[in-house]
C-alpha cells in the first residue's frame, strides 16, 4: 500500500528518463545521484518541481496566468503527495551590479531603515553632529518656562557678501532689530557702528519678540515666527529665552556652524538605486568604465591612417578615409596641422588629445551631402556613450575590450552621495557597515546592542533581526562574504547557499525544497553547517529533493536514490533507493566508490620539479603578500577553505600576470612584486567556470568550431549543391537558411515588461532553427538540425568518418560531456559544464608541451567515476610536459596530486596566507583545515 508520506511519481520519461517509477519520502532528506547525465536533474528539477511549478500557476488568477503564458507539462504519467516546491538551483540569473548580497538577502533594506531613522548625521565640512528640532519640541519645551518668559525669535541673515551689506539688506527688508555677538540692538544702530565689526561678522535679524503670558502659549504667532526666521536663515531659527539660553529651531538637519543643511533622511536616501541616494557620478554603481588608451590603441607604432585606433574600426564604425571616422580623423588633422600618417607615439600630446578627449569647435567634414558640421566629443567619449547605449550584451561586452572599470573617483565605490555616506550609528557610516565580513558584521552587532541600555525598542528589534539573518548566511558558510559584494561575482554555489540560508528565516513548512549541488564551492570542514541548516529545514516539516556527489551529503541523508548506470542514451534509470550504508553495499558505481571497491584515484606520481612559477609579494584582496614557489610540470592543487585566497591567487595573480607577460594581454592583473619562472611556459590555458555566453546562439558545437566542419559537410551533399545551398546557409545567424521568424533561435522571447521574459517555441519552424529548404537536406538520414539535437557521444559515433570531427567530440567523452547535446544553449549549463567545454576545447587543439593549464574547480558537478575520467586527461596532459594547476575541494582529487598548496587559515581578512606546501602525504598529517578533513575521510 502506497505510503501518503511519500511523493509518487509514475512514468517520467522528460528528456532521457525511461519511464521512472519512484516513490520520494517526505519531511526527509533525499539525495539523489549518479553519472553526469544520468537524469538526476531531469528527475529533480524538470519532472517534479516542474510539476510542483505547474500546479502553483494553475491555481493563480486567469489575469495571472495569462502573463505567465502556457506552462509545459512534464512528461510524465502522475505524480502525487507533491507539496509546493521551491528550486534553488545554481543558475540564479543575477548579473545585475546593482545586485548585492545585502540587497538579496534583504539586510541592506533592515540597514537603510536603522540609519534613517536612528543613524546622526554629520556635517560633511566640519564633521560636527548636525542637528533637527521639530516645531513640537520646541512648544514642549516653551510649555515648561514660567510666565513672564521673554523670548527672541532670530534668523541667520545670508544676503550680502559682507558684514555692511548685509546691514542694509535686513534694514531694506523691514527689520528693525538685529542680534550679533549675542546683543541686541536696532538695526540703525548697528549701521552706525558697522566699521567696529569685521568685514566676515554674522549677524541675525531678529524676527519677533514676546513675552510669556500665564494662559497657553501662542502657537500660532510662534509657529509663524519661526518659520518666517527659517526661511531667512538657511532652513534654521534660534528662540532666545531671557537673553541666557537658545533654543534652535530646524526641519532639516543643520550644521551647528552653519557649513552644511540636508533635508529629512528617508530610507530611500540610503539606496545607491535611487536617484535621491545614489552618487551622481557613477549612478549608485562605485564604478565607472573609462576608456583604456593602451587597449585602444594597442600599437602605437601605426599611424592614424593605418587604422592605430582599435574601436573606429571594429566598434560600429567605419575607420576607413571613406568611412565617418576617418573623415573626423582628417577633419582634425586639417584644422589642428598634424600628419595622420604619422606614428601615433611621435603625436603632440596636445594633438593626441584632441583625437582622445574631443574639442570644443565644431568640425566640418566631407560627406556625400556636403559639408557637415559636427561635434566630436573625442574616442573617450565615443566608446563611454556605445557602452552606456549598447542594448545587448554582445554589444556591450565589444564596446568593453576597450575599457577599463575604475573606482568612482566621487564616492570611492561607496555608492552614496556625501551628505548619507555622513550618517553615523553607533559612531560607524554604512558603508563601513556593508564592507565589513559578515562574520564581522555578525559582532559589531551582537557586542553593540549588549553596551547600550539606552537604544529605543523599535531599533533594537531591526538589530536583532539583521543579526538572525547574520547567523543563518554564516551557518550557511558564507560568512567571508560582505555586503557590497555584488552578486554578479558570486559562484553559482555561493548564490545557492545565501538562498538556502534565506529560507530558515521565512518560517516555511511543507515545502519541497529542489537543490542542486549545494556544496560547490565549499570546503569540507563547512559542509557540516550546511547539514544544519538541512536538519533544520526538516525538523520544521519540509521535504529535501538533492542533487548531489559529496559524502558528507550522503552519510547524513535519510533515503539516496542512484541513477545511470551511464550518462545520456544509457542512463535515465533508478538503480537504487534506500540509505547510505545499503548503498555502500549496491553493485552500482556509486556503491562500489563508496566502499572502496573501485579504488580511489590513482596515477602516477612525479618527484621533485626541476622548474618553479616564484611568486612574491602577492597583495591582491585578501592576500598578505604572499610569496610562493609554485613547481612546474606538475599536477598542482589548490586547497582551502571559502574565501580564503585561492582565486585570488591563482587567477587573478598567476593567470593574468602570465597572460600579460606571454600573450601579451590588457587586463589589469592582480597585485604582486614580481613573478620569474614564466619563461619555461609556452601557452598560458586558463579556464574557469564563467559561461560561454548568455545567448542561446551559443552551444558547444559552436564553441568547439566543429559546427563550422558539419556544415561543410552538409553542404558537400547532392541535395545541398542541387539547392546551391552553401555552407553559411546551414549555420543559424546567418540569413538564407535559417528560419526568419525567429532568427534562427528556434524560440520567441515574450517582453513581459515588469515580469520575466517569457520564451514560447517557434510556430513556424517547430524549434528547429531552419526554413524548410535547408531542413531538407539530410547527411545519413539526419538533419542539420537533429545533428543539434544529438548528444556529443552520439554525434561521435554519428560522424565516425571524418577523423577532425569525431577526434574533438572524442575529447568532450573524455572529460564527462557526452551526454550534452551539441546544440544546447550556454545559458543552459552550469559553471563546471561550460569550464569543460572549455577544457576540451582546448585539449582538441595541438600542443607542443610546456603549456600551463589553470582549472577553476574542474569536478563540479561530476559523479566519482567521472572524476576518475578526469584525472586521467590531466594526468596526460602532465606526462607531456605540461603544468597543471587546479583550485580544487575534492580531497580525492587533492591526494593525487604531486603537490599541494593549502591557503587559509580562514576566510576573508582571516585568511591570504600559505599554511602549506608540499606533497599530498604530508598534508593529511598538517593542522590545516584540509589536512584535518582528509585524516577524517
Request: glycine share 10%.
Amino acid at each position: 500500500m502506497r505510503s501518503h508520506g511519500s511523493i509518487i511519481v509514475e512514468g517520467a520519461r522528460e528528456n532521457n528518463l525511461k519511464n521512472v517509477n519512484i516513490e520520494i519520502p517526505k519531511e526527509q532528506i533525499v539525495v539523489i545521484t549518479g553519472p553526469s547525465g544520468s537524469g538526476k536533474s531531469s528527475l529533480a528539477f524538470d519532472v517534479i518541481y516542474a510539476e510542483g511549478h505547474r500546479r502553483y500557476a494553475e491555481n493563480l488568477s486567469s489575469q495571472a496566468r495569462f502573463f505567465l503564458g502556457g506552462i509545459k507539462k512534464p512528461k510524465v504519467r502522475k505524480i502525487e503527495n507533491l507539496p509546493p516546491a521551491i528550486a534553488l538551483s545554481q543558475k540564479s540569473g543575477v548579473i545585475s551590479k546593482r545586485s548585492t548580497v545585502g540587497t538579496v538577502t534583504d539586510i541592506y533594506d533592515f540597514l537603510r531603515l536603522l540609519f534613517a531613522n536612528y543613524g546622526k548625521p554629520h556635517c560633511v565640512v566640519c564633521g560636527k553632529e548636525m542637528f533637527q528640532r521639530s516645531l513640537d519640541s520646541v512648544y514642549a519645551e516653551l510649555e515648561q518656562l514660567p510666565a513672564g518668559a521673554f523670548l527672541v525669535i532670530t534668523g541667520q541673515w545670508k544676503t550680502g557678501n559682507n558684514f555692511r551689506a548685509k546691514l542694509l539688506s535686513i534694514d531694506s527688508a523691514g527689520y528693525a532689530r538685529v542680534r550679533i555677538g549675542g546683543e541686541i540692538m536696532t538695526t540703525i544702530a548697528a549701521l552706525e557702528k558697522v566699521n567696529d565689526y569685521p568685514p566676515e561678522t554674522s549677524v541675525e535679524a531678529v524676527v519677533d519678540r514676546l513675552t510669556l503670558s500665564k494662559e497657553k502659549i501662542d502657537r500660532e504667532r510662534i509657529a509663524d515666527s519661526i518659520f518666517t526666521a527659517a526661511r531667512i536663515g538657511d532652513k534654521k531659527a534660534k528662540i532666545i529665552i531671557d537673553h541666557t539660553r537658545e533654543i534652535i529651531f530646524s526641519h532639516y538637519y543643520v550644521c551647528p556652524d552653519g557649513c552644511y543643511s540636508i533635508k529629512s533622511i528617508t530610507a530611500s536616501d540610503f539606496s545607491f538605486n535611487q536617484p535621491a541616494g545614489a552618487c551622481p557620478k557613477c549612478d549608485g554603481l562605485g564604478e565607472i568604465a573609462q576608456m583604456d588608451l593602451d587597449k585602444s590603441i594597442p600599437n602605437k607604432k601605426l599611424s592614424l591612417a593605418e587604422g592605430a585606433i582599435a574601436p573606429w574600426f571594429k566598434v560600429g564604425g567605419r575607420g576607413g578615409e571613406d568611412g565617418i571616422w576617418g573623415k573626423v580623423i582628417m577633419a582634425l588633422a586639417k584644422k589642428y596641422k598634424f600628419s595622420i600618417n604619422c606614428e601615433v607615439r611621435k603625436l603632440p600630446k596636445e594633438k593626441l588629445d584632441k583625437i582622445i578627449f574631443g574639442v570644443d569647435e565644431e568640425l566640418e567634414i566631407e560627406t556625400d551631402r556636403g559639408i557637415r558640421k559636427i561635434k566630436f566629443d573625442g574616442l573617450s567619449g565615443y566608446l563611454e556613450r556605445k557602452y552606456q547605449t549598447a542594448i545587448r550584451e554582445g554589444g556591450r561586452n565589444e564596446v568593453e575590450k576597450y575599457l577599463s572599470v575604475k573606482t568612482c573617483p566621487v564616492c570611492l565605490g561607496r555608492r552614496l552621495k556625501d551628505m548619507y555616506l555622513n550618517v553615523l550609528f553607533w559612531g560607524t557610516s554604512i558603508d563601513k557597515l556593508v564592507a565589513m565580513e559578515l562574520n564581522d558584521l555578525k559582532n559589531f552587532f551582537t557586542e553593540n546592542l549588549k553596551l547600550d541600555k539606552t537604544i529605543d525598542p523599535a531599533a533594537r528589534k531591526i538589530i536583532q533581526d539583521i543579526i538572525e539573518r547574520l547567523n543563518n548566511l554564516i551557518r550557511g558558510g558564507v560568512g567571508y562574504l560582505n555586503l557590497d559584494r555584488s552578486c554578479a561575482t558570486l559562484s553559482g554555489g555561493e548564490y545557492q547557499r545565501i538562498r538556502i540560508a534565506l529560507q530558515i528565516y521565512s518560517g516555511l513548512s511543507g515545502v519541497l525544497y529542489v537543490l542542486d549541488e549545494p556544496t560547490v564551492g565549499l570546503h569540507s570542514r563547512d559542509v557540516s553547517k550546511l547539514i544544519n541548516i538541512f536538519e533544520e529545514l526538516k525538523r520544521r516539516g519540509n521535504s529535501l529533493l538533492i542533487v548531489e556527489h559529496d559524502q558528507q551529503i550522503f552519510r547524513s541523508a535519510d533515503w539516496i536514490i542512484d541513477m545511470g548506470p551511464g550518462a545520456g542514451k544509457e542512463g535515465g534509470m533508478v538503480l537504487f533507493e534506500g540509505n547510505y550504508e545499503a548503498l555502500k553495499k549496491s553493485s552500482t558505481a556509486t556503491g562500489k566508490y563508496l566502499s572502496k571497491k573501485k579504488s580511489s584515484l590513482k596515477r602516477k606520481f612525479f618527484g621533485s620539479a626541476k622548474n618553479f612559477l616564484v611568486v612574491k609579494g602577492a597583495s591582491h584582496h585578501n592576500l598578505k603578500k604572499v610569496d610562493l614557489k609554485i613547481p612546474l610540470g606538475r599536477l598542482v592543487g589548490f586547497a582551502g577553505v571559502s574565501g580564503s585566497g585561492k582565486s585570488s591567487l591563482v587567477l587573478d595573480v598567476v593567470a593574468k600576470n602570465l597572460r600579460k607577460k606571454i600573450h601579451g594581454a590588457l587586463e589589469e592583473p592582480g597585485q604582486c612584486q614580481s613573478i620569474t619562472g614564466w619563461e619555461k611556459i609556452n601557452k598560458l590555458v586558463a579556464v574557469d567556470q564563467s559561461p560561454l555566453g548568455r545567448m542561446t546562439r551559443s552551444n558547444p558545437a559552436t564553441y568547439s568550431g566543429v559546427f563550422t566542419l558539419i556544415r561543410e559537410i552538409f553542404a558537400e551533399t547532392d541535395e545541398a549543391k542541387k539547392l546551391s545551398l552553401r555552407p553559411g546557409h546551414f549555420s543559424f545567424n546567418m540569413k538564407g537558411g535559417r528560419c526568419e521568424y525567429c532568427q534562427g533561435e528556434g524560440i520567441i522571447k515574450v517582453d513581459m515588461k515588469f515580469l520575466d521574459d517569457l520564451y514560447s517555441v517557434c510556430s513556424h519552424c517547430g524549434g528547429k532553427r531552419y526554413n524548410s529548404k535547408v531542413l531538407s537536406v539530410k547527411y545519413h538520414g539526419a538533419t542539420i538540425s537533429d545533428v543539434l539535437d544529438m548528444n556529443i557521444e552520439y554525434a561521435r559515433d554519428f560522424f565516425h568518418a571524418h577523423s577532425c570531427i569525431k577526434d574533438k567530440l572524442e575529447t568532450f567523452c573524455q572529460v564527462g560531456l557526452g551526454y550534452l547535446k551539441l546544440g544546447q544553449g550556454a545559458d543552459q549549463l552550469s559553471g563546471g559544464e561550460a569550464q569543460r567545454v572549455k577544457l576540451a576545447t582546448e585539449l582538441a587543439r595541438k600542443s607542443a608541451g610546456r603549456s600551463l593549464y589553470i582549472l577553476d574547480e574542474p569536478t563540479v558537478g561530476l559523479h566519482m567515476a567521472d572524476i576518475a575520467n578526469l584525472m586521467k586527461v590531466l594526468s596526460a596532459l602532465v606526462e607531456k610536459g605540461n603544468s597543471v594547476f587546479v583550485i580544487e575541494h575534492n580531497l580525492d582529487v587533492l591526494s593525487a596530486c604531486d603537490y599541494v598548496i593549502e591557503m587559509g587559515p580562514d576566510g576573508g581578512a582571516k585568511g591570504g596566507r600559505v599554511i602549506f606546501e608540499g606533497e599530498p602525504r604530508k598534508l593529511i598529517k598538517a593542522k590545516t583545515p584540509t589536512g584535518m578533513e582528509m585524516r577524517k575521510n
